[in-house]
């Protein structure tokens, strides 16, 4: 047997103590939390605590005694902390999930205690914070108390609520007074020593004083200094000689202060710190300390400094490049939340385009039409850039503003990012009041913030203006009233436009002879579109193009006279195209911007009636813009016109393929056809048309007055809604108006062909024969009662059926195993039901087969039985 | 605890080797009758020590017997007639007489070792191969429980000054210094009455911290000298000598009394009277304790020398040695540790090391037998106070693998395998 060798003494400190040591100090914070933040708090650290002692007994599998679970009381300590650095309004299992974390992977899988390289705690709040984002900044002022001292906070200077600890933050970390305490306690026991803390401390204190900033604010604000104390001491993850804890120290300190300045990370304290985890054996290895007997040579410390300082800078310009090089269309931040840009737009069919050096997220409706455009904006926060993603609606006004991500204080400029405040911008648009106090109210305590969130709207919508919405200067019109009368697709349109303080104050249609129905959209919103831009480009009423844009056209013609000056689409007198062709429609092509654009150009009685674009690879908004300006001007000049500035490539495009048409260079590819009009074969009243469509059968009712077509009414579809309803919508009004079939409305083409075509054989006659085929039993069998059976889902169901007068007057279920609360209810709805039709009703849903069963017994009855 | 007399024993079991270095050669045969102080075993080599009878009578074997480390050595047994006949050197009356080499002379044939633990014969230390200017005396005595030395300061101070002029003398040492940690005020007032008279010698009050008595540590804290990695003493110009150690080369030069007795601390919480005692070498241990009122129930461990550097005693009934400074029977309360929890890389043994060195590495790397890698981080640094294993709240034996560490590497060294 081996001698036992010295020390025969042994320090009474074991490690149990130190742990218990560590609850100690930590217990004015756990105080100050309950106090400030309540019954939340002290539920969160419970939570954390008692999970992370279960889980280290559970996996361990320790004995079942309370001494034997508790065990060292490393996992208690490390539950608190857990639990110290989550806000107090955090959910339930969040604590709990944290704690699993950092004692099942960040502890015990690396070896247990003393074998671990990141400190549980912080790897745990790591990935919580990467995972659950909007779990880990939901911070809470404690009392009510706080607001008073914001506005001090705000200007991101020192104050005494910092130090109280009556600030909003996680539940250990606010009170500086209680991190101090447990400072002194560790410091007096002697379980952690200066360097690691003062280190950290004074090397954040020292460059947020070369940074100009508060460097007292930024020592006790937020988790620094509870980290420092608590976190960068962690013995088993930071280094154990002498000037490597100092190292150590100010590296975390470091990292904290450049990832807080440069990057748009939600947290500097606990990246840093885990980084410098991961440095510890590196600083240790070039940290060794001297030797007694041994002079250390100058090199070798100049090198570990040396070393370990690059290591330091490499990481913190790491954090930045990296933060800086976040692709763009990736989930982003927003309030904490990472989405996809396709649930901040509501729909995830949205494009990406990238035009003039802009990206932005274009929604389209049915049509094609953009409905919603979102840009990504950014504008200096307090902290940082704030960057913001703006949705715009169809007629450029704010949809949402959502907070893609930011640096701003929690609890402070944080507020600025909160829906309660963006949903303020909802509804403005360029020509609203962009300022606090004014359109939008600011938020106490975060006025800085929520001035650069205002500002930066503000910013990104002018650009987004400039960049694809190039206008005239809105020139000061003369007040006045104007005339004007253009010709629209029914006939003249006259109208006035008031001028008063050099805007357009009204705009009035005196006269239309348009479609009622079709241009009445275009009547109600194009007028006053027109007022709110101060501008007669506005967006025409998909559906009613042709009367928007002649509105539009009075309008402008109006304005001539009120600035007698020219607009950027002016109609001027020019050469019209000599129309080398007959009546009929012509294909042309031409090169645009983005590819080929092909147009049909339909020629009436010599001239242009119709442009209608067919295909084009044509950048959206800048081509919309060309489209929507230059073929009215076309048709209505019968010849080329001034190109639309900012889409001169489409424009021209637009013009040559024009031209081409006309030219006679490609033959008509539609000859005129003299409108199709339905041959109406039934007399006046209402007739029903069924079609199939896309999703099932369709039915219609027509009704028909004086041999015209005066109504149609859909009975019932199985259409997809939406799409449907705009065949609807449209479509009928159309029928109605051609007396005729009339073209497909795209998007909605199979809904538009059965319309079309139950329609016509509604008109046709046809559809009365067709009438109750399968809709009765057919009963050939002499009154009587009749049994007969099918196969339900359980079994036989047996029936019997009364016939009196050639009609079922009562069925009466013989036997049935169908589950009472589902089949036997489906049997109780379907008697009456199928007595009252005298034939086949639908399947009563979620009984299909106890339904079917019915029917099979019901027409087994009527054929195959005798009476009984 | 003044120091009290033990009886002679019955029978003396005086091994050949007590000391660094060689074993001596006896020169009795068994049957012959010797003398108190007379000389027995002869120096073969220089680093050797001779040994001497310390009581009178009759050799009754020459064998190997077990020591109180459970190893066996070569000893000279001793039947005791009880009649304490001595067996005198030369008595000097007059140090200033005395030349360098007389002094070493007498020291070798007196068998001096240093007394305050390591037992490294005195007449070798006395030849320093380097010039040296300061003789510095050990009185600091650092390890808990451990008297013996102080109380022999209070008791036998101008001896002790003698002594240490003795050797300033043997090795051309202009100064001499006492050092004596602040917790000892009476030896401090009781030496500075004696070296009043003297201009070159002095008292150095320490501060009272362990290893403060580890000689590197020792001529730091009273020179400001550091020894270099690897070096002696000399290498700064001093030498530094046990206060027993001392008293014993004054007893040698003006007593011409050889090196047979020693003051042992017998104590620890399971001694009823713990005591300080001088005692013929060759008393078996257990004696002691007896002396001391026997054991208060069943100790935990008994140990020779402090509670810190010292080791475990197996067998009871070996003898003392020359450098045997305490015997210490230790409870279980006071003893009794669960070793070796997981490292928590607290810090507290690189924190303090006073050699400055990395004990968690060290003594991870000697238990995994990573030899060289713990070699470079100056494993033979390692002056194994203990106080990395004390201060460990893992319960880690930190010091005891370090010590396996150190013994690997020779072993190795000794293979070839490490270059």
């Known amino acids: 047997m081996q001698n036992k060798t010295g020390p025969f003494l042994r320090n009474p400190l074991t490690i149990d103590r130190i742990m218990a040591d560590v609850r100690i100090a930590l217990t004015p914070a756990i105080v100050a939390g309950v106090i400030f933040f309540g019954w939340p708090a002290l539920k969160v650290l419970l939570l954390s605590t008692l999970s992370a002692i279960l889980t280290e007994a559970l996996l361990l599998r320790a004995p079942l005694t309370p001494k034997g679970i508790f065990g060292d009381g490393s996992a208690a300590v490390t539950g608190l902390l857990v639990g110290l650095i989550l806000p107090p309004t955090t959910a339930w299992w969040v604590p709990v999930l944290g704690s699993v974390l950092a004692i099942a992977l960040f502890k015990l899988a690396f070896g247990g205690l003393g074998h671990n390289i990141f400190n549980p705690a912080l790897g745990a709040r790591a990935v919580l914070l990467l995972a659950f984002t909007s779990q880990m900044v939901r911070f809470r002022a404690p009392f009510e108390a706080v607001t008073a001292a914001t506005p001090l906070l705000s200007t991101r200077s020192f104050s005494w609520p910092l130090v109280w600890g009556n600030v909003g933050g996680s539940i250990g970390e606010t009170s500086v007074i209680a991190v101090l305490l447990g400072a002194a306690y560790l410091l007096y026991r002697g379980h952690i020593n200066w360097r690691n803390p003062v280190g950290y401390v004074g090397s954040a204190f020292v460059l947020a004083l070369l940074w100009g900033q508060d460097p007292w604010y930024a020592i006790t604000a937020g988790g620094l200094l509870f980290a420092a104390v608590f976190m960068s001491t962690d013995m088993v993850t930071s280094p154990v000689t002498p000037l490597g804890q100092l190292i150590f120290g100010i590296g975390c300190g470091v990292l904290t202060m450049v990832i807080r300045r440069f990057t748009s990370l939600p947290e500097g304290v606990t990246f840093a710190i885990l980084t410098m985890n991961a440095l510890s054996p590196a600083i240790e290895a070039l940290t060794i300390p001297r030797i007694f007997g041994l002079r250390i040579s100058q090199e070798t410390l100049k090198r570990g400094i040396a070393v370990t300082t690059a290591a330091v800078v490499v990481c913190a310009a790491l954090f930045v490049v990296l933060d800086r090089s976040k692709p763009d269309a990736v989930p982003v931040f927003s309030l904490g939340e990472y989405l996809p840009i396709g649930e901040l737009l509501g729909t995830d069919d949205y494009e990406v385009v990238d035009e003039n050096g802009v990206r932005y997220f274009l929604v389209r409706d049915a049509e094609g039409n953009p409905a919603q455009t979102a840009f990504v904006a950014e504008q200096g926060g307090f902290n940082g850039p704030i960057r913001l993603l703006i949705s715009l609606d169809a007629e450029h006004r704010i949809n949402s503003v959502s907070v893609l991500d930011h640096s701003e204080d929690p609890g402070l400029g944080e507020l600025a990012t909160r829906p309660e405040f963006l949903a303020q911008f909802a509804g403005l648009d360029k020509g609203s009041e962009f300022a606090l106090g004014k359109d939008i109210q600011g938020v106490t305590g975060a006025t800085i913030s929520s001035r650069a969130l205002v500002s930066g709207v503000q910013r990104a919508l002018e650009q987004f203006d400039r960049t694809f919405f190039p206008q005239e200067e809105a020139g000061a019109y003369a007040d006045g009233t104007y005339h004007a009368q253009v010709d629209s697709f029914g006939g003249p349109l006259e109208l006035e436009v008031v001028v008063s303080g050099g805007k357009i104050a009204a705009v009035n249609v005196l006269k239309h002879s348009d479609t009622p129905g079709i241009s009445d959209p275009a009547y109600a919103n194009v007028p006053q579109r027109i007022v709110t831009a101060n501008s007669p480009q506005v967006e025409a009423v998909s559906g009613a193009t042709v009367s928007s844009t002649s509105i539009m056209k009075a309008v402008q013609k109006a304005l001539d006279q009120a600035s007698g000056d020219t607009s950027a689409v002016t109609v001027e007198e020019r050469t019209g195209y000599a129309i080398a062709v007959g009546d009929g429609v012509y294909r042309a092509s031409a090169e645009g911007f983005g590819g080929e654009l092909v147009l049909d150009v339909t020629v009436e009685g010599g001239k242009i009636s119709a442009i209608e674009v067919v295909s084009n690879s044509e950048t959206p908004f800048i081509a919309s813009q060309a489209f929507d300006k230059l073929i009215p001007a076309i048709i209505e000049a019968q010849g080329p016109v001034d190109v639309v500035s900012g889409a001169s490539y489409t424009s021209k495009a637009i013009l040559e393929a024009v031209e081409k048409a006309v030219s006679g260079a490609e033959p008509a590819l539609v000859e005129p056809e003299e409108q199709q009009v339905y041959e109406i074969a039934v007399e006046d009243g209402v007739h029903r048309g069924k079609a199939e469509g896309f999703g099932g059968e369709l039915v219609l009712d027509v009704t028909v007055e004086g041999g015209r077509i005066s109504a149609i009414e859909v009975v019932s579809n199985s259409e997809t809604p939406f799409i449907a309803n705009q065949a609807f919508n449209k479509l009928i009004p159309a029928i109605i108006e051609a007396q005729g079939p009339v073209d497909v409305v795209s998007g909605a083409t199979f809904t538009s062909r059965a319309v079309l075509a139950a329609v016509e054989q509604a008109v046709s006659g046809e559809a009365a024969g067709t009438e109750e085929s399968e809709d009765v039993f057919v009963i050939d069998v002499p009154d009587g009662v009749y049994r007969g059976s099918g196969q339900g889902r359980n079994g036989v169901v047996t029936l019997d059926v009364t016939v009196e007068g050639g009609r079922i007057t009562a069925i009466a279920v013989v036997e049935s195993q169908e589950t009472p609360d589902i089949g036997g209810k489906a049997l109780e709805q379907l008697i009456p039901a199928v007595v009252e039709a005298q034939g086949p009703v639908d399947a009563v849903s979620g009984a299909t087969l106890t339904s079917k069963a019915f029917d099979e017994a019901v027409r087994d009855a009527l054929t195959t039985k005798e009476g009984q | ?419």
């Not at chain 2, 000389?39 to 680093?47: D, E, L, P, V, W």
């Not at chain 2, 400074?325 to 690189?350: K, Q």
């Not at chain 2, 033979?380 to 004390?390: M, N, P, Q, V, W």
């Open chain 2, 1 to 419: 605890m003044p120091i009290m007399v033990l009886p002679a024993p019955d029978i003396a079991v005086i091994p050949l080797q007590q000391h660094i270095g060689a074993p001596c050669e006896p020169i009795v045969a068994v049957g012959d009758r010797v003398k108190m102080g007379q000389m027995i075993g002869q120096a073969s080599q220089f680093i050797c020590a001779s040994v001497h009878a310390s009581v009178s009578g009759q050799v009754i074997a020459i064998e190997p017997r077990s020591l109180a480390n459970g190893n066996k050595v070569p000893c000279v047994v001793i039947k005791n007639d009880g009649r304490d006949e001595m067996a005198l050197g030369t008595k000097h009356t007059d140090l200033k007489k005395l030349s360098a080499s007389d002094i070493r002379q007498a020291v070798k044939d007196a068998g001096i070792v240093g007394m305050g633990g390591a037992g490294f014969p005195t007449h070798v230390k006395l030849t320093p191969p380097k010039p040296v200017d300061t003789i510095l005396i050990n009185g600091a005595e650092c390890e808990p429980y451990l008297t013996c030395d102080h109380r022999l300061m209070v008791e036998r101070a101008p001896e002790m000054v003698q002594g240490l002029l003795a050797i300033m003398k043997a090795v051309g040492a202009e100064k001499g210094i006492i050092g004596i940690e602040a917790n000892k005020p009476d030896a401090i007032a009781e030496v500075q009455k004696v070296i009043a008279e003297y201009s070159n010698l002095s008292v150095a009050s320490l501060q009272v911290r362990y290893p403060q008595g580890a000689e590197k540590q020792l001529i730091k804290a009273i020179l400001g000298r550091e020894v270099p990695s690897g070096g002696l003493p000399a290498d700064v110009g001093c030498v530094v000598s046990n206060v027993h150690t001392a008293i014993a080369v004054y007893e040698a030069l003006m007593k011409g009394k050889s090196s047979y007795e020693r003051v042992v601390t017998v104590s620890g919480g399971a001694v009823v009277d713990p005591r300080n005692v001088l005692v013929r070498v060759g008393t078996p241990i257990e004696d002691l304790f007896e002396f001391c009122g026997g054991f208060l129930g069943q100790p935990e461990v008994v140990i020779c020398g402090g509670p810190m550097t010292g080791w475990e005693i197996k067998d009871l009934s070996g003898p003392v040695v020359k450098n045997m400074s305490g015997v210490l029977a230790l409870t279980r309360e006071e003893a009794a540790f669960d070793e070796n929890h997981p490292c928590i890389r607290c810090g507290r043994c690189v924190d303090s090391c006073p050699m400055g060195l990395t004990p968690n590495l060290l003594g991870e790397y000697s238990d995994k037998g990573m030899y060289s890698e713990a070699e470079q981080l100056h494993l033979k640094d390692c002056i194994e106070c203990g106080l990395c294993s004390y201060v460990c709240p893992a319960k880690r034996a930190l010091v005891t693998w370090i010590k396996k560490g150190k013994a690997g590497l020779a072993a190795e060294k000794a293979k070839g395998k490490v270059s």
